[in-house]
């Protein structure tokens, strides 16, 4: 572990300047101004929870809080951001601003990927980085949803990272009927109204349709 705890991520940063259309990677605030950015890997405030060992606190993957995702990832998401923003009324709460999206992980390195298998090597909630993550092509985007009047995150089933069978879609066990009526909320406009897929063990998780087609990439942003 101490290896790992100690390894300095100091990758050569990529131009993406030579693709273009939906093959792009670009910054989401550039078609949507207010979507929250917390990368939570940028940062030494995130754990993989639950683990078998107990929780680890893990070091600062990325070196900046700065987001890209493809450009059709970003489009996706531009539609959720539009039809939840428009939201001033939910489950019997008032939300003057509407709702919005804060993105916890968008594209990751590969070289990052091959850390988190060396953690915790469960393909439930990490991929395998020999074959890469869809996080690596940047086609899949972590996220949930806050009141855009006051910056506070809705309540959901559990924290990010939180590898457990209650960040399950699926999760059948009891949670307060407020985080079911968020987590529906979520999954219905990212899945029906932007049309990403998801990830039924990762509430959080949503990707673009045929994001394990895209090229597996691996710079550090700075």
Known sequence: MKKILLFV???P?????????????????DLIPDIVIDLKYSTSDHMFLNLPEG?????KFYTANECLLLSKAV?????????????????????????????????RPRSVQYLFWEIYPNSTYIANPETGSKHNRGGAIDLTLIDLATGLELQMPTLFDDFSTKASHSYTGYLPS???????????IMSEVAGLLIYDAEWWHYEIPGASNYPLLDFQMK
Request: proline share 4%.
């Open 13 to 29: 940063v990529y131009s993406t300047l030579g693709q273009d259309g939906e093959d792009e990677l670009i910054n989401p605030k």
């Open 9 to 11: 991520l100091l990758l």
């Open 75 to 107: 489009k996706m998401l531009k539609i959720a951001q539009d039809s939840l923003r428009n939201i001033r009324e939910f489950n019997g709460k008032q939300y003057p601003n509407g709702i919005g999206v804060k993105i916890w992980d968008g594209y």
């Open 55 to 59: 929780d680890i606190l893990l070091p």
């Open 178 to 188: 407020e985080v079911l009526y968020n987590r529906a909320l979520l999954k219905s």
